[in-house]
């Protein structure tokens, strides 16, 4: 009888990427895929170690699947289950913890997806790997935009990131893997590409047949736009990593949407030390000018923590000034949270629950404000709109700059980019559009 199979994330991206690549093997060999929620056989959970209380959220998801279906076999994966193994397993219910290494081999792991009474617990040390399991995937509710991942792992040591741990170092896609996947992706119909890893703009691969050449973010992105495709998006990147050579390609290719998304952390000088950053707010403050000046429209997204040990009022009221004056488009504010093995963990100063809350809600609001400046900036600007799915009679769809779009529905424009004229904004959500015939 065909078994079924339900899948769900927690976190980034990447993991979204991953998930969905696991979702293509199991439709391969057969698998009925069901929705997360629907009664399954098997259920697999693609785990996040940013993710606050990732233990609890995990034995909430497993109880409520089990709770539909007792009989399921549970797998966990992801960088949760990597980096804290059996505390998954004691989790009653998990039949499989399968870590970094092993995410791709779930099949030689499963034993038939048979349940048992007891978890078994798969994890090599992260130090040991060094293969790149590749994913092409699409995204998980619509066949617009592709994510390809070139590159895991990280060789950096921000102070407060596990990411390393769980991942290991920085490795990437052969460049000829790159370009194949970015076909394939074509060929299916997809009109985005976007880009992802966990520090893409470290792609660095390397090819020695006699002589030796070296691949580095700029040279996957030259051989794409080669492609016949319509957009391609980075994910984000390290503020240190977008070159000059980029943003002229961003500028001069048409396919590179004038959007990015690059971490910043803190605006703060001596915080942004202590997180070991590899940027200081001048050179940060720097490349957005640069990037305003060089590239017209663009959208620009900045990841900022609140509440690292040791950011005290002052150093935050920095990080606010300096973000209010920043030309961006919108912010993505996270609480810092305690990560076992990390070095911020060990540093003094603590900032209390309740501050990390009210700096993080004080964050979001200039989020908001910034959006809703952007949205308006592009009232009456025509852009081309990548179109999704239609739902409850209205399309969304987005621009290269990453401007979300409302207009009325027409199953005619789903997966397809349409000029458009930006008429109105509602501030928070969307802009409104007509469509230009
Ligand atoms: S760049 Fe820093 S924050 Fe990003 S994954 Fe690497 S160590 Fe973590």
């Given at each position: 009888m065909q078994k079924s199979v339900s899948l769900h994330t927690l976190g980034c991206k990447l993991n979204y990427s991953e998930t969905s690549t696991l979702s293509g093997e199991f439709n391969k060999k057969g698998f009925k895929i069901a929705d997360y929620g629907e009664k399954s056989d098997i259920f697999v959970l693609n785990t996040c170690t940013v993710t606050d209380n990732a233990d609890k959220e995990c034995r909430q998801i497993i109880r409520s699947v089990l709770h539909k279906n007792p009989d399921t076999y549970v797998i966990i994966t992801g960088c949760y289950a990597q980096l804290r193994p059996n505390e998954i397993a004691s989790?009653?219910?998990?039949d499989l913890v399968l870590g970094t290494n092993e995410k791709f081999k779930l099949f030689e792991y499963a034993d038939n997806f048979e349940k048992k009474s007891f978890s078994c617990v798969f994890t090599s040390p992260i130090n040991e790997v060094t293969d790149f399991d590749y994913a092409y995937s699409s995204d998980v509710d619509s066949r617009t935009r592709a994510f390809l991942k070139i590159q895991d792992g990280c060789d950096y040591n921000c102070s407060f990131c596990t990411i390393p741990l769980a991942r290991g170092g920085s490795r990437s896609l052969a460049i000829n893997k790159v370009i194949e996947n970015a076909q394939k992706i074509i060929d299916n119909g997809y009109r985005e590409i976007v880009l992802t890893g966990v520090n893409t703009g470290d792609y660095n691969y390397t090819i020695n047949n006699g002589t030796v050449k070296k691949y580095k973010l700029i040279d996957v992105l030259y051989e794409l736009d080669e492609?016949?495709?319509?957009r391609i998006r980075i994910s984000s990147i390290e503020p240190n990593l977008l070159t000059d050579e980029i943003i002229q390609l961003t500028k001069s290719s048409g396919k590179f949407c004038n959007h990015f998304h690059i971490?910043?952390?803190?605006?703060?000088m001596s915080v942004l030390k202590m997180m070991r950053r590899r940027y200081n707010t001048t050179q940060y403050s720097e490349l957005i000018q640069k990037l305003i000046e060089e590239i017209p429209g663009i959208g620009i997204g900045v990841d900022v923590i609140v509440?690292?040990?040791?950011?005290t009022d002052e150093n935050f009221e920095n990080t606010w000034k300096f973000l209010d004056e920043l030309k961006v488009s919108y912010l993505h504010v996270f609480s810092y949270s305690e990560r076992k093995d990390t070095f911020a963990v060990t540093l003094p100063g603590n900032v209390d629950i309740t501050k990390r809350k009210k700096r993080s809600k004080i964050l979001r609001e200039l989020s908001l404000k910034k959006k809703a400046a952007f949205y308006s900036k592009n009232i009456g600007n025509t852009e081309n709109v990548l179109f999704e799915t239609v739902k409850n009679g209205s399309i969304f769809g987005f621009t290269g700059n990453y401007i979300k779009v409302k207009t009325e529905a027409n199953k005619d424009y789903e997966n397809k980019i349409i000029k458009v004229i930006l008429t109105g904004n509602?501030?928070?959500n969307y802009c409104s559009g007509n469509i230009i015939n």
């Amino acid at each position: 009888m065909q078994k079924s199979v339900s899948l769900h994330t927690l976190g980034c991206k990447l993991n979204y990427s991953e998930t969905s690549t696991l979702s293509g093997e199991f439709n391969k060999k057969g698998f009925k895929i069901a929705d997360y929620g629907e009664k399954s056989d098997i259920f697999v959970l693609n785990t996040c170690t940013v993710t606050d209380n990732a233990d609890k959220e995990c034995r909430q998801i497993i109880r409520s699947v089990l709770h539909k279906n007792p009989d399921t076999y549970v797998i966990i994966t992801g960088c949760y289950a990597q980096l804290r193994p059996n505390e998954i397993a004691s989790i009653l219910g998990v039949d499989l913890v399968l870590g970094t290494n092993e995410k791709f081999k779930l099949f030689e792991y499963a034993d038939n997806f048979e349940k048992k009474s007891f978890s078994c617990v798969f994890t090599s040390p992260i130090n040991e790997v060094t293969d790149f399991d590749y994913a092409y995937s699409s995204d998980v509710d619509s066949r617009t935009r592709a994510f390809l991942k070139i590159q895991d792992g990280c060789d950096y040591n921000c102070s407060f990131c596990t990411i390393p741990l769980a991942r290991g170092g920085s490795r990437s896609l052969a460049i000829n893997k790159v370009i194949e996947n970015a076909q394939k992706i074509i060929d299916n119909g997809y009109r985005e590409i976007v880009l992802t890893g966990v520090n893409t703009g470290d792609y660095n691969y390397t090819i020695n047949n006699g002589t030796v050449k070296k691949y580095k973010l700029i040279d996957v992105l030259y051989e794409l736009d080669e492609l016949d495709v319509k957009r391609i998006r980075i994910s984000s990147i390290e503020p240190n990593l977008l070159t000059d050579e980029i943003i002229q390609l961003t500028k001069s290719s048409g396919k590179f949407c004038n959007h990015f998304h690059i971490p910043l952390q803190s605006g703060d000088m001596s915080v942004l030390k202590m997180m070991r950053r590899r940027y200081n707010t001048t050179q940060y403050s720097e490349l957005i000018q640069k990037l305003i000046e060089e590239i017209p429209g663009i959208g620009i997204g900045v990841d900022v923590i609140v509440g690292f040990p040791g950011e005290t009022d002052e150093n935050f009221e920095n990080t606010w000034k300096f973000l209010d004056e920043l030309k961006v488009s919108y912010l993505h504010v996270f609480s810092y949270s305690e990560r076992k093995d990390t070095f911020a963990v060990t540093l003094p100063g603590n900032v209390d629950i309740t501050k990390r809350k009210k700096r993080s809600k004080i964050l979001r609001e200039l989020s908001l404000k910034k959006k809703a400046a952007f949205y308006s900036k592009n009232i009456g600007n025509t852009e081309n709109v990548l179109f999704e799915t239609v739902k409850n009679g209205s399309i969304f769809g987005f621009t290269g700059n990453y401007i979300k779009v409302k207009t009325e529905a027409n199953k005619d424009y789903e997966n397809k980019i349409i000029k458009v004229i930006l008429t109105g904004n509602d501030s928070y959500n969307y802009c409104s559009g007509n469509i230009i015939n």
